[in-house]
């Protein structure tokens, strides 16, 4: 397979880097750029953004007390709350299904004849799960 060059964009919240790389596919240049942060972030020519980036966090502190008083914006309590809500909508998902299985049992032995349907939740969960393990476009 023939190589192309690839344009690989590094973000954090108040700076971005470039940097081509040499791959087969778009997934393969993911790899490397990835293993190139790994291994040296600092080759990176980081630079800030032309528009004031918002602020995530403002800190009233002293050296005695430490932190006195904290503003976070709801974007960055977001942020820190994600690896949480990750883990409830996983928890969640898995409680549904067997919730689920439970009243279409149920729903056959009383000769209800509807069924409880699991496969749209299924859909909005696994797709929130795959974004938030980083997995896909």
Known sequence: MIK???R??????ADYAVRDFEAETAEEALLLARRFYDEDCGA????SYDDN???????IWDNARGTLALWESDDY???KAAP???AALLKTEQRINELCDIVNTLSNKLNLGDKVRKEHF???ARDAIAKARNRGV
């Open 4 to 6: 192309a060059t690839y």
């Open 44 to 47: 990176l020519d980081f630079r």
């Open 84 to 86: 949480q809500l990750l």
């Open 53 to 59: 980036a918002g602020i995530d966090q403002i800190q």
């Open 122 to 124: 299924n859909d909005l």
């Open 77 to 79: 309590r977001l942020c």
């Open 8 to 13: 690989a964009e590094f973000f954090t919240a």
